[in-house]
């Protein structure tokens, strides 16, 4: 449970960080703020639903583990890319400004996700 709280308090202190950054180096005029908050709600729940996922799985034998990860990576990106699309298709963002913020939140919060992972595994080798 320690991990977990440590993954979401890190993800909020990364999340502080990027928005401070969107807000200072970015001119209100030239970025659509609605479009980055949307990219940014679904990777950041893509993010969180990853980890729960791993934290489910991990004490579980090697195959529901195997199943469970790569399932849920398999699901998240496939509804991913459905809201991609709806979101492109129906014109609900500025297209430019969602798909590039959609991009580098993915980097950012994929390796805060694997760092998480990484964690969680040195801890369980410190106690065994």
């Given at each position: 449970?320690?991990?977990?709280?440590?993954?979401?308090?890190?993800?909020?202190?990364?999340t502080v960080v990027l928005w401070g950054m969107i807000y200072s180096l970015l001119d209100p005029g030239?970025?659509?703020?609605?479009?980055?908050f949307i990219a940014w709600v679904m990777v950041a729940t893509n993010t969180l639903a990853g980890y729960l996922i791993f934290e489910y799985a991990f004490a579980r034998e090697s195959r529901v583990f195997t199943?469970?990860?790569?399932g849920g990576l398999t699901a998240r990106l496939l509804l991913?890319?459905?809201?991609?699309?709806?979101?492109?298709?129906?014109h609900l963002a500025v297209i430019n400004?969602?798909?590039?913020?959609?991009?580098a939140f993915y980097c950012?919060?994929?390796?805060?996700e694997i760092l998480g992972y990484q964690k969680k595994n040195k801890q369980k080798k410190n106690t065994a």
């Open positions: 449970m320690k991990s977990l709280f440590d993954f979401i308090l890190k993800l909020c202190i990364l030239t970025v659509d703020y609605r479009s980055v199943i469970a990860v790569f991913l890319m459905v809201l991609v699309f709806v979101i492109i298709y129906r400004d969602f798909v590039v913020s959609l991009f950012i919060y994929l390796i805060v």
